[in-house]
């Protein structure tokens, strides 16, 4: 069973990037049609996919978020990262990678990032 731990800063401050790491454990990052994605979940608001990059390195984003984020992968460290810029308050949320096949089948415990002075 694949295994994902999310790691970074759990604060960060207004106008910088945030970035964060997925560490995969239990099976390879380019398992034919494994997709690694990023979901987060701000206070008291639902679940938001930022976006993907596929076993292939084909990379997915979402309209709201496209123009702020980057998302690649280290195939020799079977990890893969997210790179969130320009960051404001509204970005603080509990940050999730997972793994998909069309749906997250595989999720991280999350880590919390907030946006602060």
């Known amino acids: 069973q694949v295994q994902l731990q999310e790691s970074g800063p759990g604060l960060v401050k207004p106008s910088q990037t945030l970035s964060l790491t997925c560490t995969v454990s239990?099976?390879?990052?380019?398992?034919?049609?494994?997709?690694w994605s990023w979901i987060r979940q701000a206070p008291g608001k639902g679940l938001e996919w930022m976006g993907a990059?596929?076993?292939?390195?084909?990379?997915y984003d979402s309209p709201s978020l496209k123009s702020r984020t980057s998302i690649s992968k280290d195939t020799a460290k079977n990890q893969f990262t997210l790179q969130l810029s320009s960051v404001t308050p509204e970005d603080t949320a509990v940050y999730y990678c997972?793994?998909?096949?069309?749906?997250?089948?595989?999720w991280g415990q999350g880590t919390q990032v907030t946006v602060s002075l």
């Open positions: 990059i596929a076993y292939s390195g084909s990379l």
């Open positions: 239990g099976g390879s990052i380019t398992t034919n049609y494994y997709y």
């Open positions: 997972t793994k998909e096949i069309g749906t997250p089948t595989d």
